[in-house]
């Protein structure tokens, strides 16, 4: 399968801790989403990359929140100082560039973070 | 980004043809329409884009008339598999992140 993968699917963790999640995105996408979804709603944006740069960061990306691209593959989402809000499931997307193509997006199974 | 209003829920059975509008009436000139399938615990999942008149894949259809103030997403003949919940988005020519609304919860049933 050659789809868009995250490691962890599940972890939990206590508040004040720091977590990193990774996504692996379809080889041949050069652009590369992250997005948060709590539950009964839709998706959230916070960011995105194309290659290794990281073009558009939400507001809903605090400072506690960074995500990197290195080498324009796979990328990490790290979460520092866990907060009990932060608990959702956080979802890797990834497409090509272009009118229209960058709305093909293809998710992966996302990640989902428990804070106790 | 233009935004979109669409049935909350919508029951169906199965074998039935489901069709789901999306009302976006500030759309822009470049923007595609795009519909997303997402099961629960899983990730959205594409299922088709149009810019104007008739789109049609092995999965649906997707109806935009001409003034593009609205869409139609159509799902042939349903199974149980297609309860899911199913976003409307309008964008992509100019933006890049996808902005979800609430979407519509369908039900199949038996």
């Known amino acids: 399968d050659t789809g868009v993968s995250q490691d962890p699917r599940h972890k939990i963790t206590k508040r004040g801790q720091n977590v990193t999640f990774r996504c692996d995105p379809i080889?041949?996408?050069?652009?590369l989403y992250w997005y948060r979804q709590t539950l009964g709603q839709g998706p959230e944006f916070l960011t995105y990359f194309q290659n290794e740069a990281q073009l558009e960061k939400s507001r809903l990306l605090s400072d506690r929140f960074s995500a990197e691209r290195p080498k324009g593959s796979f990328s990490t989402l790290e979460i520092q100082r866990t907060e009990q809000g932060d608990s959702a499931m956080y979802l890797c997307a990834s497409s090509l560039a272009g009118a229209g193509r960058s709305y093909e997006q293809y998710f992966g199974p996302g990640t989902r973070l428990t804070v106790t | 980004l233009a935004k979109t209003t669409q049935p909350i829920s919508m029951d169906s059975y199965e074998g039935q043809e489901v069709n789901i509008t999306c009302s976006h009436n500030?759309?822009?000139?470049?923007?595609?329409i795009t519909w997303y399938q997402q099961f629960p615990s899983q990730g959205p999942r594409f299922i088709i884009q149009g810019y104007k008149t008739k789109v049609t894949n092995e999965v649906a259809s997707l109806f935009i008339p001409a003034d593009r103030k609205s869409s139609t997403l159509s799902l042939p003949r349903v199974s149980l598999s297609d309860t899911a919940v199913y976003y409307c988005?309008?964008?992509?020519?100019?933006?890049?992140?996808?902005?979800f609304g609430g979407g519509t919860r369908v039900l199949v049933k038996p």
């Open positions: 080889s041949e996408h050069n652009r």
């Open positions: 500030n759309i822009a000139t470049n923007d595609y």
């Open positions: 988005l309008v964008g992509g020519a100019a933006g890049n992140k996808l902005t």
